[in-house]
T-cell receptor, first 109, second 111 residues
C-alpha cells in the first residue's frame, strides 16, 4: 500500500459546482496534514493546513479523519481559476513529508 | 519580498557533465529540502538540511550532492552518476517541522 494515495482524476466539473477530493494515508502516526495546489509546470503552493476539528477558508473546507486515515478537501462554487492539481501532503516526522501524486481538477465554463 | 529563489529556470546537461542548481532563501528558515518531481509521480526527497553544515540523504540521493555552508543557500549538484536526471527540481524551506514553502523550480533536461 502506498504511503499516501489520491485519485488522479481528472475531475471535470462545471463552474459553480461543488467537488470533493479524498486522500488516504497509511501511517497512523502521521502528525500534520496539508493541501497544496500546483498549477501546470509551477511549484506547489500551500492551500491550507488540515486540522482535526476541520477548517474552512472561504470556499475551501478541509477535514481530517484519523480513525479512517484520510483527509478531504471540499471546494464549493468552483471557479475556472480553481483548475489545478491538488496535492495531499502528510508530515510523518523527522523532516519526512510524503506527497501524494495529486488530483487534477478541471472547472469547465 | 521574502521567498525562495531557484536558478536557472531551465538547465541542459551534457552526458558526463556535473551541473549545479542554485537555491537561495531569505525567509530565515533553518530547514531546506531538495525534491525531484517526475510526471505522474509525487515529489521525492533527494536531500534535506536542518542546520548549516549538516545535511541528510533523502529517498533518492544517489547521483546527487549538496552543501549547506550558509543558512540562506542550499545548492544541489546533479552528478554524471545520475543516469536519469531529466525532471523538475524543487527546493523548499520550512521553520522546524511545519509548512514548507517552495521555489519556482528548475527544469533539467539532457542534451
Amino acid at each position: 500500500r502506498k504511503e499516501v494515495e489520491q485519485d488522479p482524476g481528472p475531475f471535470n466539473v462545471p463552474e459553480g459546482a461543488t467537488v470533493a477530493f479524498n486522500c488516504t494515508y497509511s501511517n497512523s502516526a502521521s502528525q500534520s496534514f496539508f493541501w497544496y495546489r500546483q498549477d501546470c509546470r509551477k511549484e506547489p503552493k500551500l492551500l491550507m493546513s488540515v486540522y482535526s476539528s476541520g477548517n474552512e477558508d472561504g470556499r475551501f473546507t478541509a477535514q481530517l479523519n484519523r480513525a479512517s486515515q484520510y483527509i478531504s478537501l471540499l471546494i464549493r462554487d468552483s471557479k475556472l481559476s480553481d483548475s489545478a492539481t491538488y496535492l495531499c501532503v502528510i508530515f510523518s516526522g523527522t523532516y519526512k513529508y510524503i506527497f501524494g501524486t495529486g488530483t487534477r481538477l478541471k472547472v469547465l465554463a | 519580498d521574502g521567498g525562495i529563489t531557484q536558478s536557472p529556470k531551465y538547465l541542459f546537461r551534457k552526458e558526463g557533465q556535473n551541473v549545479t542548481l542554485s537555491c537561495e532563501q531569505n525567509l530565515n528558515h533553518d530547514a531546506m529540502y531538495w525534491y525531484r518531481q517526475d510526471p505522474g509521480q509525487g515529489l521525492r526527497l533527494i536531500y534535506y538540511s536542518q542546520i548549516v553544515n549538516d545535511f541528510q540523504k533523502g529517498d533518492i540521493a544517489e547521483g546527487y550532492s549538496v552543501s549547506r555552508e550558509k543558512k540562506e543557500s542550499f545548492p544541489l549538484t546533479v552528478t554524471s552518476a545520475q543516469k536519469n536526471p531529466t525532471a523538475f527540481y524543487l527546493c523548499a524551506s520550512s521553520i522546524g517541522l511545519n509548512i514548507q514553502y517552495f521555489g519556482a523550480g528548475t527544469r533539467l533536461s539532457v542534451l
